[in-house]
């Protein structure tokens, strides 16, 4: 599944993932390759992305590598909206 992550000031990742967790205002939930559509409100936490991701260098500082093939990004708040493989993630 491709997956976009855009902040106020940068897209921050854009690329192909195996699946990617986000912390929604009703609990942490995970999604993979031909997830039904979904819109979603997200919280403080991380979204937690699995795969074999290349990070931009101006933008490696925030990220940080959690176990195994996870790479974990930090968010205030955000939206997320799922269709048709696509996953994008507007984050503060």
């Known amino acids: 599944m491709y997956l976009e992550i855009v902040s ?3 897209t921050l990742f854009s690329g192909e993932v195996t699946s990617v967790a986000v ?3 009703n609990g942490e939930f995970e ?3 031909n997830h039904a559509p979904i ?3 997200l ?3 991380f979204v937690k992305i699995s ?3 290349e990070l931009n260098e101006d933008v490696q ?3 940080t590598k959690g176990d195994k093939n996870t790479t974990l990004l930090k968010i205030n708040s955000g939206t ?3 269709n048709g493989n696509k996953v994008i993630v507007l984050a503060d």
Request: no cysteine; net charge negative.
């Open 31 to 33: 999604m993979l390759n």
């Open 8 to 10: 106020p000031e940068a």
């Open 43 to 45: 919280q403080a936490g």
């Open 61 to 63: 500082d925030k990220f």
């Open 23 to 25: 912390p929604g205002i």
């Open 51 to 53: 795969g074999n991701i």
């Open 80 to 82: 997320l909206e799922m």
């Open 39 to 41: 819109v979603s409100l």
